[in-house]
């Protein structure tokens, strides 16, 4: 991935950038209630590349919440003027386009100088933002495809950050994130692990960067660094202990959701499964862990393979975060390499596609049927809770005398 040319004379260092959150509150003044202003410096090592505005907008503390959203003025008010009707209520095209939203917060103002100016940057500073001033019952609010016009560049780079985090465009004026549904959480980690492998590298977005979250990077071996590897190896042994510790509670007991360690944050069509199944679902982390240790790399062989290896890597992106103790212990003595720890191109490189996922989608309930008429036109295979430990390719199945880790 190439660099910008002015990213040296910048002295840009992605790793360095940080945000400030600035806003005052007048304890008595009554206008403060209800809608608040916050500004969010952007700076690289101690200096200010950047700027975004938040406007939130919390609709139980207004007495007409339209009203003190248009006093704000610029896009706060065509905000207000497009979800919000004349008693300040939402109105009936705003809440039939979400879930669920008490109130809503609106990005505008981005400034982004230099090398900065990029919408991967621009995503992960609203993801930030995001994160931090709202919950589940915002609606968040970015300018739309028409907001931008010719001359407003920070507005453009929102409207394609916004396309980044999975918003969903209300009018070509605005696109909206509802945050009560999981794909823009899962886009918002999508773009802080792309940024991070970027920092990582030493590089930035490349500024034709057309972002494919399917492609790979650049070409990059697909191979694990030593250090990727170690931690993936301990995250595989910690769901090898915990899936067997089910084995030995739940047996051929039924589960829901989030009971046990493991099984119950496997999807649904798995829930039924009895205790012979759940064995082999446990061997499938110690069949992936004894491949790491034997080759340094690791190839899901059949469906269960692929779960195990999934919740792998998000148990080893959770540990680098959380344990960065135990991390420095087990990498202790093994090579850095500017890709170590990338999981983001772990989930891409080290899977032929990403199928076995769409089971945790409600709205695709029967696609594991074999016999489902989208499972046929999409070629879907394997993704019967049966056929998860059938190998992909006959060649590559693991040896059938190997047995199991525990009795």
Not at 238 to 263: F, H, I
Not at 322 to 345: I, T
Request: overall charge negative; proline content about 4%.
């Amino acid at each position: 991935m190439t660099t910008r040319p002015d990213q040296a004379a910048a002295g840009a260092d992605l790793s360095l950038l940080a945000l400030t959150f600035h806003h005052t509150h007048r304890l008595l003044d009554p206008s403060a209630q209800g809608v608040q202003r916050w500004d969010v410096r952007i700076d690289c090592a101690g200096e200010q590349v950047g700027s975004l505005g938040a406007v939130r907008g919390l609709y139980w503390q207004c007495d007409n919440l339209r009203e003190r959203m248009a006093d704000e003025g610029s896009f706060p008010a065509l905000v207000a003027g497009q979800l919000l009707d004349d008693e300040g209520h939402f109105t009936h095209e705003f809440e039939e386009f979400i879930e669920s939203s008490s109130s809503v917060l609106v990005v505008d103002q981005l400034q982004l100088t230099g090398p900065f100016a990029d919408p991967l940057i621009a995503a992960a500073v609203v993801g930030s933002a995001i994160e931090r001033l709202t919950d589940n019952y915002f609606a968040v609010v970015l300018p739309g495809k028409n907001a931008a016009g010719d001359t407003d560049a920070g507005a453009a780079l929102l409207a394609e950050a916004g396309a980044l985090l999975s918003a969903e465009t209300f009018s070509d004026e605005l696109q909206i994130i509802d945050n009560a549904l999981a794909a823009p959480g899962k886009a918002a980690q999508r773009v802080r692990s792309r940024l991070e492998g970027l920092a990582r590298r030493g590089n930035f977005p490349s500024a034709d960067q057309d972002w494919d979250w399917d492609e790979e990077d650049d070409g990059e071996d697909e191979v694990l660094t030593g250090r990727t590897a170690a931690v993936l190896r301990v995250a595989l042994d910690e769901l090898s202990a915990q899936a067997w510790e089910d084995v030995a509670e739940k047996g051929n007991a039924p589960v829901r959701r989030g009971e046990g360690l493991v099984l119950g944050a496997l999807p649904r069509v798995t829930w039924g499964q009895d205790r012979s199944w759940r064995r082999q679902m446990a061997r499938c982390f110690d069949d992936l862990s004894a491949a790491l240790a034997a080759a340094g790399g690791v190839e899901p062989l059949c469906t269960g393979e692929e779960m195990a290896l999934h919740l792998g890597i998000d148990r080893a992106r959770a540990l680098q975060r959380n344990r960065p103790r135990l991390v420095h212990e087990v990498v202790a003595g093994l090579p850095e390499d500017r890709r170590d720890f990338d999981w983001d191109w772990c989930s891409t490189v080290l899977f032929e596609d990403h199928d076995v996922l769409m089971l945790f989608d409600a709205s695709l309930d029967g696609i594991e049927d074999g016999g489902n008429e989208i499972n046929q036109a999409m070629g879907l295979s394997n993704l019967g809770a049966a056929q998860w430990f059938e190998p992909f390719r006959p060649d590559q199945a693991r040896d059938p005398g190997r047995g199991f880790r525990h009795p």
